[in-house]
């Protein structure tokens, strides 16, 4: 298995976990929080990703699929088309109301479409410095995994938010 195989395994686990992690939850359990301040599971997925399509387009050079497949408009969010959900408040996160067909729907999009970005890669393009504001700057492997790592955490704690409701 070579490193770009590796890493479409890794991003292969969040469509398939976020898929049992949906599966059952209606409106409310998609928007229940443990506490005032807490994130929804809404948010979490829709922010994993929201994180992950800017992010490997900006590697890629490609268009988010979120504006280039009209999810922006099927969401239909009182955000900037550009919003990822980075630094949003309480009432930002109360705001994210889908259903869990149109988040599956983005995330498999968005899967696929990084999956064909990764299937153009080689073992020396993960060399490729992507950004220089970090010390030391930042490679495409090393962006990569921090994306896949992120959809990860995120995945877990919406799959936490999903065992406290179901718990209450």
């Keep these: ?37 807490a994130n929804t599971i809404a948010w979490l997925v829709w922010h994993l990703a929201r994180g992950q399509d800017a992010q490997v387009a900006a590697v890629a050079g490609t268009e988010q699929r979120w504006t280039a497949d009209g999810w922006v408009d099927r969401f239909a969010l009182p955000f900037d088309a550009a919003a990822t959900g980075y630094g949003h408040s309480s009432e930002e996160v109360a705001d994210v109301r889908a259903g869990a067909t149109d988040l599956r729907g983005y995330l498999d999009a968005v899967h696929r479409s990084t999956l064909a970005y ?40 919406a799959s936490y938010v999903r065992g406290l409701y179901e718990r209450a």
């Design 1 to 37: 298995m070579n490193t770009t195989e590796m890493l479409s395994d890794a991003y292969g686990r969040l469509p398939d976990g976020v898929a049992r992690l949906l599966d059952g939850l209606d409106e409310a359990g998609l928007t229940a929080r443990p506490d005032a301040e």
């Design 118 to 157: 990764l299937g153009t890669l080689t073992e020396d393009d993960l060399d490729r410095v992507v950004d220089t504001s970090w010390d030391p700057p930042v490679t495409l492997g090393v962006r990569l995994v921090s994306i896949v790592a992120d959809g990860l955490q995120h995945l877990g704690q």
